[in-house]
Every structure is written in structure tokens, then in C-alpha cells.
């Protein structure tokens, strides 16, 4: 009996339980819906966009090793995957399409029109969770309810991955060549070539599968201290991975696990790492489990009330890293530059556009989508609320990072802000994150063997401004 896989945001062939369920059941077939105009109209960015092409490439050949053939549909928008999906199932006499779940709520109703279509046509749809380590709905509290702070969450997450399947996390054994050809992949989605920056973001699963192996091999020991650093390699680097589902959270976890095993007095890193994969749960538990966040409200509906400012200048220059604050402007440059931005750092200048500036959490989430080839809706989402305190964070909204204070303790040389911010690069450390007041003198003095820096001055004082947030969201 054929199988057909609709893969989506699982771009792998090894911990896809989909893929395997199918080649165990008949002739698999494999399939990918390209639909650019939906993807724009979620934000989504030309760098991740092409990192989408080169990775669909990957798995092609992936595929192809396993004799299994993967057909392209083109559908602008999601509700014409319905239809399309029907007929190719039809036309490939597939009595089963198997897929992995996706929880943004758009996604959600794309695929149970897609069930009930399909079921109209006596097709079957099987549902897998592979984008997660667990389900959303399964790890609840005490009283069956969501979790909605992320603490007690990862306690009852972190005692359940004993429970973790290695059943399904290798490669499937390859099945009899096909008789259905596979389709060629467009090169350029929406204009975009698929080779925009392929030598900064390499694509595919055994690029994936080797980033693993260099930080579990070089870099996890050093976790816990390195991550917060932005100018050192030290945090995984696979969030452009695991966004478009080239390597398994689950994967990532049983890895970590097992190095923990060999070194269980030493395993505080990993420790960390795991963690960060249980915040990747943590977000998109919420985003399934509660569709007002998928709307663009405030995960506390009380302060969708909050009456957020109106700068658009102000937005601007935040946005080309001319913010008058070292660290803040070193991130923004190397998001502009590189279409991604240190975990630490992005904390940083959400916070200081939501707190310091005033200006809508949301106004920054869409441009970080716009401009991350990580751009991932729930973790982009969680962490742009978790700044701006309107989020799960449990602690009150009055936490306002000082970007000085973050700069001279996570890049206390300056070799980050040196880096993407060249106009300082002169500046002596000890005044490199001392900002003087908005309409002082200039940060420098004018001294012999030394360029004036033509950096700008604060947009705004840091004390002055924390008051202004405080008495912002007390006045709501």
C-alpha cells in the first residue's frame, strides 16, 4: 500500500518517525509544498528562505539514497494545499499521508483542512510528534493544566526524558527503487536565490549532524560560561538547524544525555544545554495551547492595554545599530550583517527597544523575522515577550537590563562590539561602555594618536529611561 510524507519543517531522514512508519507500511513517497506568499505573510525573511531551499536540496539526496521519491507542489497560500495535496495522493494511489506536527495556529488549521479533505477522498492522515521533544498537552500540571511558567515545566520535562524513544532515530534501510520520478526544486522561491549566503549558513542534515558533533566535542564543556559570551564561539550553533528540522530536538537531547552518562560529575553544561532545548518545547507548548499569542496579543492579556509609542525615527535607528549604546548597536550591525544575533544580545536590545524606547514588542518581533535565517515563530515570539514583560517570564515587568552594565560584563574587552561597531574600535576599555548622558560632550576626548570616534551619542539615559518604563506600565 503507498505512502505519501508531507514534509514540512522536519528536513531530515534520520528521527522522523513519519518516515519511518511510512517505509515500514509500503511504497513511500515523499512530498513539499512551497508556498512563499503564505511565508511572507509570516514575516518570513530572504535568508531563511534560501536556507529553506538549500536544506529541501539536501534532502532530496537524502531521499534519493532511499529510493524514495519527493514531489514539489506550489501553492501560494495554505488553503490551497487541501486540494493539491488530495490530488497528488490520489493520482499516486496513497492510502496514508503521514506527517509531523506543527503548533502555530495557521499551521494547525492548514493541516486539520487537510485531514478532513483527505478523508473526504478516503485518504488517512497519520500525525507524529518529531518537532518537539514532547507533545504539547502531555506535560501539564498536577491539575491538567498548562504549564505557564517555564520553571515547573522543565522540572516535570527534564524527569521525563528517561522516557525518551531511541526506536525511531535512525536512518530508515532504503526500500525498492520507485517508478515514480522525482520533481526538480525550483532554485529561486519569490526571487530568492537559493545561494544567498550558502557559504556563512552551510544546509542539510549532515551539515546539522556535524555542527552537533563539534560543540559536543569541542565547545559543551565550556557551556555553561561561554554561552552568555557573544564574542567566542560558545552556544551549539544549531537554532538554523533545528528551525527547519534538519537535526531532531530529540536528537540534540539523547546526545547531550549520553554525555552526561560517561561524565556524571561533570555534566553541568550539558546540563545547561538540555535546558535551552526544553525553552524550544516551552514556547511551543504555549503557542499550541493557547491561540491568543498566535493573534499577536500579549501572552498576559492585560497588557494588550499597554499604549506602546509611536517613534518610527527611533525604531529606524534602532534597527541600523545606531542606538548610541556599544552593545545594543553590535548586535543589531551583526543581525543586518549576518541574519543572526547572539542568544545574550538578543535579550539585550529586545529589551532595550521594549523598555528603554517605549516602542511595541511587536514592531521588533517582526523585524527579527524578517532578518533572522533562525526566524522561528514560537521561540521568536516567547523570547520578544519574555523582554518586554508581557510574556511567561515570571518575574514583575520592573527587570530592565542596562545595556552598559550587559556590555561591560559579557564583552568586558570589547572584542564583540570592537568587531561590528569599528568607529569604537580606539576607544580604551574602561570607557568603551561608559555612555555619557544624551547631549553631552562626545564619549571621546580628543587625544594624540587617537581618531575622534564619530559614534553617536545615547538615544536616551539609561536611568532616566528605566523610570520612564516603570512608571509606563504602572500608569496601565
Given at each position: 500500500m503507498r505512502q505519501l510524507v508531507w514534509f514540512r519543517n522536519d528536513l531530515r531522514t534520520a528521527d522522523h518517525p513519519a518516515l519511518i512508519q511510512a517505509m515500514a507500511c509500503g511504497e513511500t513517497i515523499a512530498c513539499y509544498c512551497i508556498c512563499v506568499d503564505q511565508w511572507r505573510t509570516h514575516d518570513m525573511g530572504d535568508r531563511r528562505l534560501a536556507f529553506i531551499q538549500r536544506?529541501?536540496?539536501?534532502?532530496?539526496?537524502?531521499?534519493?539514497?532511499?529510493?524514495?521519491?519527493?514531489?514539489?507542489?506550489?501553492?501560494?497560500?495554505?488553503?490551497?494545499?487541501?486540494?493539491?495535496?488530495?490530488?497528488?495522493?490520489?493520482?499516486l494511489a496513497a492510502k496514508q499521508v503521514h506527517i509531523t506536527d506543527e503548533y502555530p495556529i495557521d499551521e494547525r488549521r492548514r493541516d486539520q483542512h487537510c485531514a478532513t479533505a483527505l478523508a473526504h477522498a478516503g485518504i488517512a492522515l497519520q500525525r507524529y510528534t518529531a518537532d518537539t521533544v514532547f507533545a504539547p498537552g502531555t506535560v501539564m500540571t498536577g491539575a491538567g493544566k498548562p504549564?505557564?511558567?517555564?520553571?515547573?515545566?522543565?522540572?516535570?520535562?527534564?524527569?521525563?526524558?528517561?522516557?525518551?524513544?531511541?526506536?525511531?532515530?535512525?536512518?530508515?534501510?532504503?526500500?525498492?527503487?520507485?517508478?515514480?520520478?522525482?520533481?526538480?526544486?525550483?532554485?529561486?522561491w519569490g526571487g530568492v536565490p537559493a545561494e544567498l549566503e550558502e557559504t556563512l549558513w552551510p544546509a542539510g542534515e549532515a551539515a546539522a549532524q556535524r555542527q552537533l558533533f563539534r560543540f559536543l566535542e569541542d565547545r559543551i564543556d565550556d557551556y555553561g560560561a561561554a554561552r552568555d559570551i557573544p564574542s567566542v564561539q560558545g552556544t551549539s550553533g544549531l537554532s538554523t538547524h533545528l528551525a527547519v528540522g534538519a537535526i531532531a530536538p530529540a536528537a540534540c537531547v539523547r546526545a547531550a544525555l549520553a554525555l552526561q552518562a560517561l561524565d556524571p560529575h561533570g555534566g553541568d553544561s550539558a546540563e545547561k544545554?538540555?535546558?535551552?532545548?526544553?525553552?524550544?518545547?516551552?514556547?511551543?507548548?504555549?503557542?499550541?495551547?493557547?491561540?491568543?499569542?498566535?493573534?499577536?496579543?500579549?501572552?498576559?492579556?492585560?497588557?494588550?492595554?499597554?499604549?506602546?509609542?509611536?517613534?518610527?525615527?527611533?525604531?529606524?535607528?534602532?534597527?541600523?545599530?545606531?542606538?548610541?549604546?556599544?552593545?545594543?548597536?553590535?548586535?543589531?550591525?551583526?543581525?543586518?550583517?549576518?541574519?543572526?544575533?547572539?542568544?545574550?544580545?538578543?535579550?539585550?536590545?529586545?529589551?532595550?527597544?521594549?523598555?528603554?524606547?517605549?516602542?511595541?514588542?511587536?514592531?521588533?518581533?517582526?523585524?527579527?523575522?524578517?532578518?533572522?535565517?533562525?526566524?522561528?515563530?514560537?521561540?521568536?515570539?516567547?523570547?520578544?515577550?519574555?523582554?518586554?514583560?508581557?510574556?511567561?517570564?515570571?518575574?514583575?515587568?520592573?527587570?530592565?537590563?542596562?545595556?552598559a552594565t550587559q556590555g561591560e560584563r559579557f564583552d568586558a574587552a570589547g572584542h564583540y562590539v570592537r568587531h561590528w561597531v569599528p568607529e569604537l574600535s580606539s576607544v580604551p576599555d574602561k570607557q568603551l561602555f561608559k555612555t555619557p548622558a544624551t547631549g553631552s560632550q562626545p564619549r571621546l576626548p580628543t587625544l594624540p594618536g587617537m581618531e575622534q570616534a564619530t559614534y553617536r551619542h545615547p538615544m536616551v539615559d539609561h536611568k532616566a529611561a528605566r523610570q520612564r518604563a516603570l512608571d509606563f506600565f504602572k500608569a496601565d
Amino acid at each position: 500500500m503507498r505512502q505519501l510524507v508531507w514534509f514540512r519543517n522536519d528536513l531530515r531522514t534520520a528521527d522522523h518517525p513519519a518516515l519511518i512508519q511510512a517505509m515500514a507500511c509500503g511504497e513511500t513517497i515523499a512530498c513539499y509544498c512551497i508556498c512563499v506568499d503564505q511565508w511572507r505573510t509570516h514575516d518570513m525573511g530572504d535568508r531563511r528562505l534560501a536556507f529553506i531551499q538549500r536544506t529541501l536540496t539536501d534532502l532530496a539526496g537524502g531521499l534519493a539514497k532511499l529510493n524514495v521519491p519527493l514531489k514539489i507542489l506550489i501553492t501560494p497560500h495554505f488553503e490551497e494545499i487541501p486540494e493539491a495535496l488530495v490530488e497528488l495522493a490520489t493520482a499516486l494511489a496513497a492510502k496514508q499521508v503521514h506527517i509531523t506536527d506543527e503548533y502555530p495556529i495557521d499551521e494547525r488549521r492548514r493541516d486539520q483542512h487537510c485531514a478532513t479533505a483527505l478523508a473526504h477522498a478516503g485518504i488517512a492522515l497519520q500525525r507524529y510528534t518529531a518537532d518537539t521533544v514532547f507533545a504539547p498537552g502531555t506535560v501539564m500540571t498536577g491539575a491538567g493544566k498548562p504549564y505557564t511558567v517555564f520553571s515547573p515545566f522543565y522540572k516535570q520535562w527534564r524527569g521525563r526524558l528517561g522516557t525518551i524513544s531511541t526506536a525511531q532515530s535512525a536512518v530508515p534501510p532504503s526500500q525498492a527503487p520507485s517508478a515514480v520520478a522525482s520533481d526538480p526544486i525550483p532554485t529561486a522561491w519569490g526571487g530568492v536565490p537559493a545561494e544567498l549566503e550558502e557559504t556563512l549558513w552551510p544546509a542539510g542534515e549532515a551539515a546539522a549532524q556535524r555542527q552537533l558533533f563539534r560543540f559536543l566535542e569541542d565547545r559543551i564543556d565550556d557551556y555553561g560560561a561561554a554561552r552568555d559570551i557573544p564574542s567566542v564561539q560558545g552556544t551549539s550553533g544549531l537554532s538554523t538547524h533545528l528551525a527547519v528540522g534538519a537535526i531532531a530536538p530529540a536528537a540534540c537531547v539523547r546526545a547531550a544525555l549520553a554525555l552526561q552518562a560517561l561524565d556524571p560529575h561533570g555534566g553541568d553544561s550539558a546540563e545547561k544545554w538540555i535546558a535551552e532545548i526544553a525553552w524550544r518545547d516551552f514556547y511551543r507548548h504555549i503557542v499550541a495551547l493557547f491561540d491568543h499569542v498566535n493573534f499577536g496579543h500579549a501572552f498576559k492579556r492585560e497588557y494588550d492595554r499597554l499604549r506602546w509609542r509611536q517613534a518610527p525615527d527611533e525604531l529606524a535607528a534602532w534597527q541600523r545599530g545606531e542606538t548610541g549604546y556599544p552593545l545594543v548597536d553590535a548586535g543589531m550591525r551583526q543581525l543586518l550583517a549576518t541574519g543572526w544575533m547572539h542568544n545574550r544580545v538578543r535579550m539585550v536590545t529586545a529589551m532595550f527597544l521594549t523598555k528603554h524606547l517605549l516602542i511595541d514588542w511587536r514592531e521588533g518581533e517582526k523585524y527579527f523575522m524578517q532578518q533572522l535565517v533562525d526566524g522561528d515563530f514560537p521561540s521568536n515570539n516567547g523570547g520578544w515577550q519574555w523582554s518586554a514583560s508581557v510574556g511567561t517570564d515570571a518575574a514583575p515587568y520592573f527587570r530592565i537590563f542596562n545595556p552598559a552594565t550587559q556590555g561591560e560584563r559579557f564583552d568586558a574587552a570589547g572584542h564583540y562590539v570592537r568587531h561590528w561597531v569599528p568607529e569604537l574600535s580606539s576607544v580604551p576599555d574602561k570607557q568603551l561602555f561608559k555612555t555619557p548622558a544624551t547631549g553631552s560632550q562626545p564619549r571621546l576626548p580628543t587625544l594624540p594618536g587617537m581618531e575622534q570616534a564619530t559614534y553617536r551619542h545615547p538615544m536616551v539615559d539609561h536611568k532616566a529611561a528605566r523610570q520612564r518604563a516603570l512608571d509606563f506600565f504602572k500608569a496601565d
